[in-house]
T-cell receptor
Framework: AQTIHQWPVAEIKAVGSPLSLGCTIK??????LYWYWQATGGTLQQLFY??????VESVVQLNLSASRPKDDQFILSTEKLLLSHSGFYLC????????????FGKGTRLTVV | GEKVEQHESTLSVREGDSAVINCTYT??????FPWYKQEAGKSLHFVID?????DRKQSQRLIVLLDKKAKRFSLHITATQPEDSAIYFC???????????FGQGTILKVYL
């Protein structure tokens, strides 16, 4: 069975500090990978997607970047956090090819102070 | 780009009644429409989806209807139970891409 693990579970960071969030998918080779962001009480915004190692497509610009260093790993980062980065970050995966059911991780709650 | 609008921001129903959540989309090329449930403080959990080659799909107490002409789809939850209380998100995607656009979410409250 496939599992998706996100880390950390929660973070409190200062404005201007760097950030790195991670996600690992086990039990599935070459998945499509996604990062989503949810503002408190808000809808979900897709940030990035990746269909293969080393290839990441940006969906919206939020002063964040993403990388896929391994087939099963997806990293979200920034060098300088803004207050507006606060929210719930969700990593997700789907089977390769035509979009199908997307499976979400448990998320990372980020508070920027 | 695609926009998905979710019409009910909150919905309160009595236990045992049906709940209906409506969504509309803008991109005629959209062909995949999933629904997700989010309980308080938790991640998203897939509940049901529908593709554009059908106009109705049922899974136990959940029914999804798709009207391609009107670019509208809806989630019907029959015989609601308190554990159905959550935020429900609709979403839409074209078959070609990896972009899933979500609606704003509907808070469903099932009361006794």
């Amino acid at each position: 069975a496939q599992t998706i693990h996100q880390w950390p579970v929660a973070e409190i960071k200062a404005v201007g500090s760097p950030l790195s969030l991670g996600c690992t998918i086990k039990g599935k080779s070459s998945p499509n990978l996604y990062w989503y962001w949810q503002a408190t009480g808000g809808t979900l915004q897709q940030l990035f997607y990746s269909i293969t190692v080393g290839q990441v497509e940006s969906v919206v610009q939020l002063n964040l970047s993403a990388s896929r260093p391994k087939d099963d790993q997806f990293i979200l980062s920034t060098e300088k956090l803004l207050l507006s980065h606060s929210g719930f970050y969700l990593c997700a995966w789907s089977h390769a090819g035509t979009i199908t059911e997307v499976f979400f991780g448990k998320g990372t709650r980020l508070t920027v102070v | 780009g695609e926009k998905v609008e979710q019409h009910e921001s909150t919905l309160s129903v009595r236990e045992g009644d049906s709940a209906v959540i409506n969504c509309t989309y803008t991109d005629t090329a959209s062909s995949y429409f999933p629904w997700y449930k989010q309980e308080a403080g938790k991640s998203l959990h897939f509940v049901i989806d529908i593709r554009s080659n059908v106009d109705r799909k049922q899974s136990q107490r959940l029914i999804v209807l798709l009207d391609k002409k009107a670019k509208r789809f809806s989630l019907h939850i029959t015989a609601t139970q308190p554990e159905d209380s959550a935020i429900y998100f609709c979403a839409g995607s074209t078959s070609s891409g990896q972009k899933l656009v979500f609606g704003q979410g509907t808070i469903l409250k099932v009361y006794l």
